[in-house]
């Protein structure tokens, strides 16, 4: 498996028809192997929303994992906030609230940041930490190790420092050192692919926007993140796209390619012996 698709934020309630339309043909186009479903599927947490939102994902035909977001909890029934609060995402997308997937050459890791008693902010514990650590301690050299938060790890606007996930800066080093090579998240409608600084190993956080929702940014269109790694990219090279829709064409645009060179030590033996350069 080397193509994964990064969707998140569909905001269900708020989908656009033509968008959807538009993100079936890219599914088809493209014929990811997975798709990565990183938080609030829905806008209120209301059973229709889930429902649909389960249909349009099955109707993709392609395996998913899937996370809540801060949207998929409900806000204004109080009991079910804090007594169930994710019976109406395990309803759709069972039972499992930090899926995990493992192949030959990837490992995806999904943590579930949301919390009952936060409005929007998203928290790691430390049991969190050392599980996601623990598991790349196991992945191989071929596999390339993906954390999926709901919440930034990382922001490039000031502004969105309020919205950083809570317990990231005890978990970067840790998850860096123990092998991590992306950490994908959403929340803020924002896509970018950054480099972050000061750990032990190269690592980024990946960043998608909103895939089908009209709750886009100014300026920022809706998008999904597609990445290719092993036969799909350069040895040793792990290549995100960035996917925008375009109103005018109806239908999602590569508009961006970020080429980023995880510290693989297998791959970097086969590539003459030295670590590629970022």
Known sequence: MSVIM???????????????????????QQKPNLLVLSGDITQRARPAQFHAARRFMDSLHVPFLAIPGNHDIPLLNIWSRLSNPYARHIAAFGSELEPFYSSPDMMIICVNTTRAWRHKHGELSAQQIARVTDLLSQASAEQLRIIVVHQPIAVTRAKHKVHLLRGHSEALPAWSAAGADLVMGGHIHLPYVLPLAGLARPTWAV??????????????????NILRWGVHAKMGGCHIEQWDFS??????????????HPLNHKLNSQNNGSPPCS
Do not use: W, Y
């Open 6 to 28: 990064q969707i998140s934020d569909p905001h269900f309630g708020t989908e656009q028809p033509q968008v959807m339309a538009g993100l079936t043909s890219l599914v088809k």
């Open 247 to 260: 109103a005018k064409e109806s239908n999602f645009e590569i508009v961006k390619l970020s080429e980023v």
């Open 207 to 224: 960043q998608a926007g909103t895939a089908v929702s009209s709750r886009v940014r100014s300026g920022v269109p809706n998008s999904v």
